[in-house]
Each structure stands twice: as structure tokens, then as C-alpha cells.
């Protein structure tokens, strides 16, 4: 029972950054826009809210800004992957992939140019627990769901948000619509463009989120390379989750599994770290190989519309 | 219905709608070279043309979807400038487009809200909207399930909830593309009746067709385009089949070729494709009872219309057989009576699977000799899409064997049946029969790749390529700018001629067509007709699959129904009635189709 607590409790926190980057894969690609520089937008978001939160204090107020201010800074490259495909039509994945070592640069060289090298690397507090009361109590599901730090706690809430505002709202019907048929859309008086920036713009500054959590929940300190392929997995979870924000939600949780799973087993197994880190990776693979085939894709994912054009959409 | 004017012809107003001198460029290509166009309030006005003469880019300047490079819109008495279709919107001006803009995953009711203002506080509450789509639907007999999914919707339903779409926004110009294109005769009469409904609540109609003699049926006023050019406009009234079949294409050659294949067929001179009023007609007559003025008024000027065409006169009631012989005894009589050749494709007992897994296609049996042609008749999604896929190889059918030439192709990749001679016209042009982004000489290649005449060694030999593209470019009077030309940029006509010309060209034993000349004017219809007649001359077979039962008459030696994925009936040419086949592709009278109007 305790084994599976502490299990619990590491896989939960261990879920935010693949859901927030997840998510917003999945908003950007429901309005039809793929975007493929999540690795690069996390890292930028990890050295950002780290470099932003160090410099105020490193607290759990400069923290929270922080975070405000890596998902921004994420926001800002969404926007030119938004405008470079939207206004320029230059291809997404090309985009997407120069975003991603623009960001990967970006996030070192800004660290190098803040903190330099130094001998001893800076640190900042690390998010702490904020048990919620009476709920907090109940066996196995308190200490699980309901003593977690904030960005816990906010994840599961967006989660929700997500799938209100897509399946239960008038701008979420408008915005499934892009990515579905944005010919039709147009014609219905829908502006694709600005569903387009919005959405992109949104889902980028989630991936932003989601890598300034790294350094805030696990060490308090950055180092090149944080992100660990969890931007590339984040892909594959959009697609796992069907593109639906509660069934992104659930691959999350067993994507987090498969991670505590490989560190415990490091400590524990003969078997090489490196062959056990792979698991996730594998995992995703033979989840994608089961599942794909039935998952519900946009079918303008990753497609320019462009009114004037006469190919048939 | 309501107190909107309603008078038809010239109002006190003036125009709604006054569009000048409109000029729109695609690259090089000129697609309006100063167009003018005005409707008036309350009238039906036909857009007629050609294929790439210049309509739909005309009324997408209009809706928005295009911005013309010059020109001026005025439209109920106000300059308008329409940057997206969302002003067009909500000027009130509403299309419903050949291919249907709607998101196949949402329901009716969300297709046709989409975009418009719903509350989402304190719940997202589409009951209301709901609740007016069906009082719309209702008023103008536009039937449809409010709550049912679009993808699962047949053509004709999917139709009416783009009208409704427009009408849900209150437009008061209203444009329907081609409407008609993909329409059973019964659903034609039953839009012609709802936009007779729609015009006298006060809303103005553009009727873009290319179909004469359904501009003649329902239209007030008709403007002629061709080239990108206004032709003329004239009153319905006014004028002939003829008249406007002259300035339509403007070619004197082409009017006498057409007038002496489909003539005899056709009391106007119009297409073979065109068999709207013939069959509207007897319908009328079958209910005459419950016909409304409307109706009967429709029907008298189809007749008038017959008269002025200087061709006999032909009753709703009349013989239908005897016209249809009177074709056969011109140049098809040949075939019928020569011995029948050497069987080309014989089908044994298929089954084949559709796209959701369920059978489309049970137990079918088809033999196919040298010089024929067989006709598949039924209305659209009866199994038709995977019965000629199985015929050309696409599909692999999960029971029964396909042979060619007497050799067994069943489940061999396409590369054989290529090999063996059968070509495939497909259905969905733009999914099926062309790579959109790719060169028109690269598409004119595609299945010709491995053939000695242009490859050597496994290089592609692009000189005898382009050499040949544009041989054919010429040969088939593809309008486009040379075979470098991008596919995905010409219209749906030229694209249907690059695809028959990659089909004809091949001179196949087997040649599967399925609706080979929907949406193609006069001209380009009796061209594939000739070159039917010449491939079968010289010793092919041809499966012919069409919804047009004239067409079929007119070219197949035996026509087979498909209903329901079965073969419900099979009738040679002579014998053929049109009201018996009519009844067959409704499911052998008994049970009606749900998409038939109640």
C-alpha cells in the first residue's frame, strides 16, 4: 500500500510537464497547426522561468512568475510558427523543427549569458506541497491527488477547462472546425487565421509551462538537456490521446509510470541506465503501434489553408 | 409568407445586386476579364457557362473566397468591399458550393450554426437553433434530421443543409453552384420547389448550371458567360435552348456536332446529361393532385420551352422507349447486331468490402465482350464506388474471382491489372484521379510509368513525356498553360480531361468509367461520348457506371441496377425502360428511399 503511495506520488508530479506540453500539442493541432518544437519551446521555458525566478529571489512568488514568464517567451515562438504558416504558408514541420533549435540554443545561451560557468550551479526552491484540506485526508487519493504543489493542481483544472471549452462551447465548436475543414470554416464566416494564432499561440505558451516546471519540481537547478526527449513524447501522447484533452490526460498518467518505473529500476536492476531509459520511448511505440490505427486525427493536422488555392480541400 | 417584394423583373430599387467590371487573374490566367452582373430582387437568375468560363470564380469574388483584382459590388443599393466570406455573411448574401463546405464530423444543426452567435453561458445550448433549423426546414420542404451526423448523410440531404445554412443567416441573395450536379430527378423537382419557396419569401437566387434546359425550367433571367466574359443576358421568356446553347460556346462546329449526336435523344438541344425535367414531369403527373401552382406553372414552361426549341413536342406521358430506340438505330445499331467478341472482363460472384469493412457489394456476376459497353445503373452509394474499384484492381473484393482476357487477376496488385490493360476513370476526381500538386505531365504519366515508350531502363524518359503531355493538352483541349501546368490548379473540367485523356490514351482492353462526364459541359460530354464509341470500335470492353440513366441508354448495349449492393436487374439496351429502371434503382418500388422527398 505505501509502495503504491509513494509510487503515486511521484508519478502524479512526474505527469505536468508531459500534459501541459501535450496540451498543447493538442490545441494547436485541433485548430490544424502541428507543431513539432515542443522539446526546443520546453527547454527555452525551463531556462527562462529558471534564469526569470533566480534572478527575482528564487521563491515560490518569483516561481509562479517564473512560469508567467516562460510560458510568454514560449508564446512568442508559437506566434511566429502561427504567422510563418498562416500569413507565410511556409511548411509546418520546417518551421516547427527551426523553432526547436532555436529554442534549444536559445535556452543554453541565455543561461550561459545570465549565470555563466560557474564551478557550483545556482539553485532555486523547489515547488512545495500544498495539501488541500479534508480532501487531502482520505486514504490513497488524499496524499496522491490532493498534496501536490500548485502546477498539480492546475494541470488536472486546464484538463478540464480544455474539454469544456473544445466539446461544451461555442468558440470550442468554431476552433474543431479549423481543424477539421478550415475551406468549410472560411465559408462560414470563421476567421482560420485568427483561430489559427490563438490556438497556436496558447498551446506553445503550455509547452513553455510545461518545461519551466522541470527545474522548479525535480532539483531547483537547470541544465542543458532537462527536457529529455519529454517534447518528442509529448507528440506522441497528442496522438495516443486521440487528440482529446481527457484522453491526453490518461496517457499522460501511463507515459509518468513508465518513467518512475526506468528510474527505480536504475537503482535496483543490473540492466544498463541506458537500455532502461529508452522505456518510455519504447513504451510509446507499442502503445502508438496498438492504438493508432483507431485514434482520430484533425484532418487539416499540419496543413496550410490557403483560400485562393483551387486544389480541392 | 412574408411581406418582402416579390416582384419579378426590374424593381423600383433598382438591382440588389450590381457587380462591374470585375476583373480576376490567377497567375496568367485571366479568369474574369471585366464581368458584369446584376440580379434583381425576387428573381431566380441563371448563371450559364461552360466549364472555366468564368461562374463560380465570379460568385466566389462575390462570397468572398477570392479577392478580384479589380471591380466594384454594389449590393442593395451599397458599395460593399467583401474581404472574406465572413462579410458576405453578414451582408446576407449566402452559397451553397458544389463541393458542400461542412465538417463532416459535426451534426446538421452544429454545420449550420457553425460560425454564427451561440451562448455558451451558463451552457452550451444549441436547442434553440435547433428548434429554427427544423421551423426552416419545414417552410421551405427542405427535409432533414437535425441531429444527424453530415458524413452519414446522402448528397442530396447534405445539400439541403447548406440551403438551410444560408437561409439560418436570413440571406437575401442566395447562390447555388451546380446544385443539381449530383441530385436524383426526384430531389431536383424537390429543390426546384424549395427555391421557388425560398424566392417568393423575398430572397434573390444565383443559379450557376451549365445545364440549359434546367436554367429554362426554373430560371427569370439568365446571363450567359464564356471565356470569362458576359455573353449576353436575356429574359427566359425570351428566349430558346438553342439561342443559348450559341452563346455558350460560340462555336458553330461544335453546336451542329452536338445538335446531330444528342439531338435525336433530346428534344433541346441540350446535353444527354440533362434529364431533370423528364423525369420531374412524370412525377408531377403521378401526384397532380398535391402539385402546387408553382408546379404546374414549372411544368407548362418546360413544355413551352420544348416548343420553342423547335423539336416535337413530348408529353409527360409519352412512350419513353421510342425516343431511345430512334438513338439506337443511329450509330450503335452496328455493334448490337455484329457477334459478340471475345470476352474482355468476366466477374464470378464478388463480394466486396466497403470502407467501414461491412460487404458494399454482394455476390455480383459481370461479363463484359469485346465492343460493348454494359451500364451500371442505381443512385449514388449503392455500392457503385466499390464495385468499380473492384473492377479496376483498387479493391481487393473478399469473395468471387475477376478475370481479364481470360486471365485471373483476383487480389493482384494493380501493377498487373494496369499490365493487362484495364483503366479506371474514378469517381472522386480530385481524391482518386489526379495528384492536385503535381505537373499535368507528370499525371498524364502516372500508370504509364513502367511502359517501354517512357522508360528506359527504369529512367523515366521525360521528353517522351512532356513530348506526349502536351500532344494530349492539345488533342483533348485541356485549358491550361502548358504540361508544366500544376493539376490542383484547373478547373474540375479540365481536370476531368486530363484524367479521360490519361485513360483513352492508354488504348485499354478494359475501361472502367464511373460518372465520366459529371459536371462537364456539352462540348467536353459528347467528346467522351466519341471517344467511347472509338475505343469500343476498336475492340474494348467499357463498364460505364453512371447515375444518369439518359447517359446510359444512350451508350450501354445492356444496362445492370445496382441497388443496395446487389444486381437487381439487367436489361439490354432495346429493351430498356427508363420507368422500369427508374424503379429498380429505388429498390424495386416497394420500399421508398429515405432521401426521396415524403
Known sequence: MNGVINFLELAIPGMVAFVLAAQGTMLGGRAGVFNVSQEGLMALGASVGFLVSYKLGGTFGTNMIGLAVAAAAAAAMGLILAYTTTILRLDQFVVGLALFFAGIGLASLLYRVVIGIVPQPPQIDTLDTIPIPLLSEIPLLGPTLFDQDIVVYFMFLLSGLLYWVLYRTNLGMKMRSVGENPRAADAAGISVTKVRFWATALGAALMGMGGAYLPMHFSGIYTDGIIAGRGWLAIALAFVGGWRPQYVLLGAAFFACMEITALELQSSTVIPVEFIETFPYVAALVVMAFIFRRTQVPAFLGRNYDRESRTAS | ?598
Open chain 2, 1 to 598: 409568407m412574408t411581406t418582402k417584394t416579390q416582384a419579378v423583373g426590374p424593381s423600383s430599387d433598382g438591382p440588389l445586386l450590381q457587380m462591374s467590371n470585375v476583373v480576376k487573374r490567377f497567375g496568367t490566367v485571366v479568369a474574369l476579364n471585366g464581368v458584369d452582373f446584376s440580379v434583381d430582387r425576387g428573381e431566380v437568375h441563371g448563371l450559364l457557362g461552360g466549364n472555366g468560363a468564368g461562374k463560380t470564380t465570379l460568385m466566389n469574388c462575390l462570397y468572398g473566397l477570392y479577392r478580384p483584382d479589380s471591380g466594384s459590388i454594389v449590393f442593395e443599393g451599397k458599395p460593399l468591399t467583401i474581404r472574406a466570406p465572413r462579410d458576405a455573411i453578414r451582408y446576407g448574401i449566402g452559397m451553397v458550393h458544389q463541393n458542400f463546405l461542412q465538417v463532416d464530423t459535426y451534426t446538421v444543426t452544429e454545420n449550420i450554426v457553425l460560425g454564427t452567435q451561440v451562448s455558451s453561458f451558463p451552457r452550451f445550448d444549441l436547442r434553440a437553433a435547433r428548434k429554427k433549423v427544423m421551423d426552416l426546414a419545414e417552410r421551405y420542404g427542405l427535409n432533414v434530421d437535425p441531429d444527424k451526423r453530415v458524413a452519414d448523410l446522402p448528397v442530396g440531404v447534405r445539400q439541403r443543409v447548406e440551403i438551410l445554412k444560408a437561409l439560418y443567416r436570413d440571406a437575401r441573395l442566395l447562390i447555388l453552384d451546380e446544385p443539381t450536379t449530383n441530385l436524383t430527378p426526384q430531389e431536383v423537382d424537390a429543390l426546384f420547389d424549395s427555391l421557388r419557396a425560398i424566392v417568393d419569401a423575398g430572397t434573390s437566387i444565383i443559379l450557376i448550371t451549365h445545364k440549359i434546359r434546367e436554367s429554362m425550367t426554373v430560371c427569370d433571367r439568365l446571363t450567359v458567360m464564356r471565356d470569362g466574359q458576359r455573353v449576353e443576358t436575356l429574359v427566359r421568356r425570351e428566349t430558346t435552348p438553342r439561342e443559348l446553347a450559341n452563346l455558350m460556346v460560340g462555336d458553330q462546329a461544335v453546336i451542329e456536332r452536338v445538335a446531330v449526336a444528342v439531338g435525336e435523344t433530346e428534344p433541346e438541344s441540350d446535353t444527354v446529361e440533362d434529364k431533370a425535367p423528364k423525369e420531374p414531369s412524370t412525377t408531377k403527373s403521378a401526384d397532380a393532385e398535391s402539385a402546387s401552382d408553382d408546379e404546374a406553372s414549372a411544368a407548362t414552361t418546360d413544355v413551352e420551352a420544348a416548343e420553342e426549341a423547335g423539336v416535337e413536342e413530348k408529353p409527360a406521358d409519352a412512350e419513353p422507349a421510342s425516343a431511345d430506340e430512334t438513338a439506337a438505330d443511329t450509330d450503335a445499331e452496328a455493334q448490337q447486331d455484329a457477334p459478340a467478341g471475345p470476352i474482355r472482363l468476366r466477374v464470378e460472384g464478388i463480394d466486396v468490402p466497403g470502407d467501414q469493412g461491412a460487404v458494399a457489394v454482394h455476390g455480383c456476376d459481370l461479363t463484359v465482350v469485346s465492343g460493348q459497353v454494359l451500364g451500371i445503373a442505381g443512385v449514388a452509394g449503392n455500392g457503385q464506388v466499390e464495385l468499380a474499384e473492384a473492377l479496376a484492381g483498387v479493391r481487393r473484393p473478399s469473395a468471387g474471382r475477376l478475370s481479364v482476357n481470360g486471365v485471373d487477376l483476383t487480389g493482384r496488385p494493380v501493377r498487373d491489372w494496369l499490365a493487362a490493360g484495364v483503366t479506371y476513370v474514378p469517381e472522386d476526381r480530385h481524391r482518386d484521379g489526379i495528384l492536385t500538386t503535381a505537373t499535368i505531365a507528370d499525371n498524364l504519366l502516372l500508370g504509364s510509368q513502367r511502359t517501354s515508350r517512357f522508360s528506359r531502363r527504369g529512367v523515366v524518359r521525360w521528353r517522351a513525356v512532356r513530348r506526349t503531355a502536351s500532344e494530349l493538352i492539345t488533342r483533348y483541349s485541356v485549358r491550361a498553360s502548358g504540361h508544366s501546368a500544376v493539376a490542383g490548379t484547373l478547373s474540375g473540367g479540365n481536370i476531368q480531361r486530363v484524367i479521360l485523356a490519361r485513360a483513352f490514351s492508354r488504348e485499354p482492353d478494359v475501361l472502367i468509367l464511373h460518372n465520366p462526364t459529371r459536371g462537364l459541359d456539352i462540348g467536353s460530354t459528347q467528346f467522351v461520348y466519341d471517344r467511347i464509341r472509338e475505343v469500343t470500335a476498336s475492340g474494348a470492353a467499357v463498364v460505364l457506371i453512371s447515375e444518369d440513366l439518359d447517359e446510359l441508354l444512350y451508350l450501354a448495349d445492356h444496362i445492370v441496377v445496382l441497388y443496395n449492393g446487389r444486381v437487381v436487374g439487367r436489361v439490354p439496351r432495346q429493351q430498356a425502360d427508363r420507368f422500369q429502371l427508374g424503379r429498380l434503382m429505388a429498390g424495386a418500388e416497394a420500399e421508398g428511399r429515405e432521401d426521396d422527398r415524403p
